[in-house]
């Protein structure tokens, strides 16, 4: 089992920037390809970014590219994303997701989400 626990969400202004932190315990961490998939209001998850196990390959929804950056601590079993230039339509509840294979579609472990709003 992994545990995930995000932190860092809040209110910001549209233009603003955000770091989100996802910490992990349970399983080797380095084991794991992590990710971030966010929800907003009345829409479905949708796939955010994802790291490879040692942070050598990242992917990025095309609706986030070139403004949020996914990286690791390996050494801290964190995983972050840098969320720069946020518009409304990031509003969303942003859930940090771990699992064995960079390319799945559906991750194994969720954490509980953290809840980001941008104001405009």
């Known amino acids: 089992q992994v545990q995930l626990v995000e932190s860092g969400g809040g209110l910001v202004q549209a233009g603003d920037s955000l770091r989100l932190s996802c910490a992990a315990s349970?399983?080797?961490?380095?084991?794991?390809?992590m990710g971030w998939f966010r929800q907003a209001p009345g829409k479905e998850r949708e796939f955010v970014a994802a790291?490879?196990?040692?942070?050598?390959?990242?992917r990025y929804a095309d609706s986030v590219k070139g403004r949020f950056t996914i990286s690791r601590d390996n050494a801290k079993n964190t995983v972050f994303l840098q969320m720069n230039s946020l518009k409304f339509e990031d509003t969303a509840v942003y859930y940090c997701?771990?699992?064995?294979?960079?390319?799945?579609?559906?991750?194994?472990?969720w954490g509980q989400g953290t809840q980001v709003t941008v104001s405009s």
């Open positions: 997701v771990a699992d064995e294979n960079y390319y799945a579609r559906e991750y194994d472990y």
């Open positions: 790291i490879s196990r040692r942070g050598y390959n990242s």
């Open positions: 349970g399983r080797t961490f380095s084991g794991y390809a």
